[in-house]
């Protein structure tokens, strides 16, 4: 009877036991990650990795492409489908309401008077075939003809003034809309002179105007249709709204699909990114993939031509892989922490979270060592950035003991309050930095909340949403206060800048643009300090965009950079990747890696008809 | 008889009433016989302790608090060696404490997890099983709901609804208790149904009429006599239900994300990525997670076996 007790006895009289079962199971899953674990690092070369990793990243930038030019035919061949990718859902389909998870879009089925590159500052001709700037507030374009829309009307010049004219009325019968209203608040009338020829006439001088007609919310509309619309915007997107190169044949949940349309216009003598008989790639399919997980695994095995921007990291991991190419570019983009001027009123208390953040470690842990600090004005806009590394580096110092002071002095003035004020300071008992859904904006604000939970001692914790709600966030001002306490935004590694300097970083502090709707830096604050300061940013902001001469206007610009980070105003730019890298299948070709960082020429499906496909 | 001398039969009787029934030394619960006995059980308790003792002593075990600011290093991606020994991650963080601080919290809320969805689902079966009538059928078919539910998908519901509306506790931030709770949800249906037909069982003995015939109250019965008597099942109900109580919280952390460290939460997110050039990023999580799943299955088994021996070796 003992016997049968003993465990070996009644192993061997025993077929296959739960027991059994799970002990193989387990068994296995530990061996195979033994197994797995010895393929790892060894020893040997720890003190080596980081070197390795740079000397990985730089093979990378240098010769990414050497498999594919291998079998690179001699020319642009025509034909195949671009393959893309998108989060999530647009948001709209109209180019002046909307320009969320739409850009294949507002970029390939819309066109525009004029393409910008930003990598050159020079203009191509797309819609247009030239422009005359008349006197320093008349400018008149000349439209090229042959453009018809996609249920073939003809483009008239009556549409190209009403696609011009047409923002303004949208705020106002929208209530809101993306278009910053120093993009068209200048403009006296847009008038229609003959059959190919618009005058624009504005109330005064305006630096930037063309480089914002380049911009999205500007792509061609078709008047008719949209007057016929109830709400009179482009967002159901009938056939026939745009001319551009592409017709809009899909849209649903799992992407948009794009044709060639056969009607297309040619360019004779065409400008860069263009070419005669463009686009040369047939179609366009952009999926929506929930995570960048995904569709790195899409790219790796040749479903995807292009991923888009890459760190030094994930450029070491796809190096080798015969169906990407990794190209370095100049690193573009932004990554910040924007303040709701609601609760940051004290600058003691801004200035304490830009001295708590530890700027070596972050750069050490989030851009691999490799990266550099941010002025208000991003520092790729090389053309109007005057401010150096050195002098950033004055403003952005790590000192934790100072911050903690500065702190606790603000927070102590705070506590003497009464409690009406409250809301506006609850700051100093806990902060909530709300990002986007994805790895590396989890990533920055995950360092963020442990750096200045540390430092600070309040409680920092990050919460994340989806594109779609983190903007109804930034954009909620139902209260004079925001629902969360830092925005997050950007991951310094891609995006990039339009070559406008109110649109590079600058129109984050302009209380006429993001300053007032994202972060509550406003004329109307309930803070004096707030409401002043805002006021002296916006007569900064417009000084910039109406001086023509490029050296007064850099100095205006330097100076408002200045009185931004004396104040630590608005919002507070963390350091960024000194070097980034684009991800691409390794049959694109000629598709413009440097302006891809364009922040505006649309994510993963920039405007270049050059662009192609290598069949072979 | 003198109340002196009732003092002293009494614990001669219960002295006599202790050597009839006492059980013989060789039948005494004995570790070792048991291990013995139970080799494979023994090697899970073995695997729990170590897992258990490695990260309770996490800051002894030359690691570095992932929370802190300083386990963000410029050794991003630094494969296994004598500094790092599971190596690092995409932000230079040292893996062997992610995975020593995050087995804290995989296995707390695991056992708070079981603790509570087994002693709520044992206490509902005991007023269902004995109570019987309306309640019982009222509970039974809200269990049958919660069944027609997915299940997973009813806990990540809670845990997003929950973790706002919750207080932070000592021991338990809110997160982690809007886990414990949205989880032990999960677990409970599955206790109630197992315990009531086991308290139904019990119910019917004989023992129970004598218990009644002399006057004992329902609530003295439940508790007194019926609960002791399913007390073995409660145990090996808890025991079992452990290692799925760690993989479920690991799969609402991998789906879910944490701001704790916890394995679900490391095989999760920016990881992913680059598990094909960094593959440490997921064989030490996720061998953590395999190795305290295991130990809890064997020791789960073990002690069904010995507390049931009519169950032994049925699937």
């Known amino acids: 009877m003992r016997d049968r007790d003993n465990y070996w006895l009644r192993l061997q009289g025993r077929k296959t036991s739960r027991r059994g079962f799970l002990a193989g199971t387990g068994v296995a899953a530990a061996g195979s990650a033994a197994i797995l674990a010895g393929c790892g690092d060894d ?46 859902e647009d948001m709209g389909m109209d180019p002046a309401v909307f320009h969320t998870d739409n850009q294949e879009v507002v970029y390939q089925v819309y066109n525009h008077l004029l393409d910008f590159q930003v990598s050159k500052g020079t203009f191509s001709m797309d819609g247009a075939v030239g422009y005359e700037q008349v006197d320093e507030s008349t400018l008149v374009w000349t439209m090229r003809e042959g453009m018809q829309f996609h249920n073939g009307d003809p483009v008239t010049s009556e549409d190209v003034a009403f696609t011009i004219e047409r923002p303004p009325g949208l705020l106002a019968s929208l209530g809101a809309t993306h278009v910053p209203a120093s993009t068209y608040d200048y403009f006296d009338s847009i008038d229609p002179v003959d059959a190919t020829h618009i005058q624009e006439n504005w109330v005064g001088p305006r630096a930037d105007a063309l480089i914002h007609r380049s911009r999205q919310y500007f792509g061609i509309i078709n008047k008719k249709l949209v007057l016929a619309q109830p709400d009179q915007t482009g967002q159901e997107h009938v056939r026939g709204m745009a001319a551009g190169p592409y017709i809009l044949s ?13 009607d297309y216009y040619p360019h004779p003598n065409p400008d860069d990114g263009f070419v005669e008989d463009g686009p040369y790639i047939d179609e366009y399919d952009v999926r929506i993939v929930a995570d960048n997980v995904t569709a790195r695994s899409l790219l790796e095995s040749g479903d995807l031509d292009a991923y888009g921007t890459v760190d030094a990291l994930e450029a070491e991991g796809l190096e080798g892989n015969e169906n990407v190419a990794v190209e370095g570019a100049p690193a573009g983009g932004w990554a910040v922490l924007g303040f709701d001027g609601g609760k940051w009123r004290d600058q ?3 200035e304490a979270l830009r001295k708590a953040f530890n700027y070596q470690a972050f750069i050490n842990s989030i851009h691999a060592g490799n990266a550099r600090l941010q002025a208000p004005l991003t520092i790729i806009n090389t053309r109007f950035q005057r401010l150096t590394q050195e002098d950033l580096a004055g403003y952005y110092n790590y000192d934790p003991e100072d911050a903690r002071a500065l702190w606790e002095a603000a927070k102590s003035d705070a506590a003497s309050r009464g409690p009406d004020q409250e809301k506006y300071d609850s700051i100093y008992e806990y902060v909530d930095i709300h990002t986007i859904q994805g790895p590396a904006y989890l990533a920055i604000s995950d360092f963020a909340a442990t750096n200045l939970t540390e430092v600070l001692g309040t409680t920092f914790e990050v919460s994340s949403a989806d594109i779609q709600t983190w903007v109804s966030a930034a954009n909620d001002n139902t209260d004079d206060v925001k629902p969360w306490g830092l925005l997050q935004s950007g991951t310094g590694v891609g995006g990039g800048t339009d070559g406008a300097p109110d649109a590079s970083y600058l129109s984050w502090f302009d209380p006429a643009q993001y300053g007032s709707v994202a972060f509550n830096f406003r004329h109307d604050s309930p803070h004096p300090e707030i409401a002043e300061g805002s006021a002296h940013v916006g007569e900064q902001m417009l000084a910039q965009t109406q001086e023509l001469d490029h050296e007064t206007r850099v100095q205006i610009i330097t100076d408002l950079q200045r009185w931004i980070l004396d104040r630590a105003w608005g919002i507070f730019t963390l350091p960024m990747a000194a070097e980034s890298y684009l991800a691409v ?12 960082f364009n922040a505006y020429s649309g994510n993963n499906t920039p405007r270049r008809e050059a662009a192609w496909l290598d069949q072979a | 008889m003198s109340d002196a001398s009732e003092a002293v ?10 050597q009839e029934y006492a059980l013989p030394p060789e039948q005494r619960f004995n570790p070792l016989r048991w291990a013995r006995r139970e080799p494979a059980g023994a090697l899970g308790v073995v695997l729990i302790l170590i897992i258990g003792i490695m990260s309770g002593a996490a800051p002894l075990l030359n690691t570095t608090d992932p929370k802190s600011l300083e ?12 500094d790092y020994y599971f190596g690092t991650d995409r932000q230079g963080r040292d893996v062997w404490s992610s995975v020593l601080y995050g087995g804290r919290i995989s296995l707390k809320i695991g056992v708070v997890t079981v603790l509570v969805g087994t002693v709520g689902g044992t206490l509902l079966a005991l007023i269902a099983g004995f109570v019987g009538g309306p309640v019982d059928f009222g509970l039974s078919r809200v269990a049958d709901m919660l069944f027609a539910v997915p299940s997973l998908l009813l806990a990540m519901i809670l845990d997003v609804v929950l973790v706002d509306k919750l207080p932070d506790l000592p021991a338990l931030p809110a997160e982690e208790l809007a886990r414990v709770l949205a989880i032990a949800f999960f677990f409970m249906p599955g206790a109630f149904r197992i315990m009531r037909g086991s308290v139904l069982e019990q119910r019917s003995g004989q023992y129970v009429e004598a218990a009644t015939l002399i006057g004992a109250g329902q609530f003295r019965i439940m508790l007194r006599h019926i609960l002791p008597n399913i007390t073995g099942l409660v145990i090996v109900l808890t025991t079992i239900s452990l290692p799925a109580a760690i993989l479920t ?30 593959p440490w990023l997921a064989i030490f999580p996720g061998a953590a997670l395999a190795i305290t799943v295991f130990g809890f299955n064997m020791f789960g088994d073990s002690i069904r076996d010995t507390l049931d021996p009519r169950l032994r070796g049925r699937i």
């Open chain 2, 249 to 278: 919280e690991a799969t609402l952390s991998f789906l879910l994300g944490s701001d704790a460290p916890s394995w679900g939460a490391e095989l999760s997110g920016d990881s992913r990525q680059f598990f094909k050039n960094a």
């Open chain 1, 250 to 262: 899909e849209r649903n949940a799992e992407g948009t699909h794009l044709v060639r349309n056969p």
């Open chain 1, 585 to 596: 299948s390794s049959r694109l070709r000629d598709y413009g890696k440097d302006d891809w």
């Open chain 2, 71 to 82: 386990s963000f290093t410029s050794d991003n991606l630094v494969g296994p060696s004598s």
């Open chain 1, 43 to 88: 020893d040997d070369d720890d003190d080596e990795a980081p070197a390795a990793t740079a000397a990985a990243t730089e093979a990378a930038t240098e010769a990414p492409t050497e498999a594919p030019t291998q079998a690179a035919p001699a020319g642009p061949t025509r034909g195949g489908t671009y393959r893309s990718w998108k989060r999530t």
């Open chain 2, 9 to 18: 039969q009494r614990p001669a009787s219960e002295t006599l009433l202790e």
């Open chain 1, 348 to 350: 003691r208390a801004r």
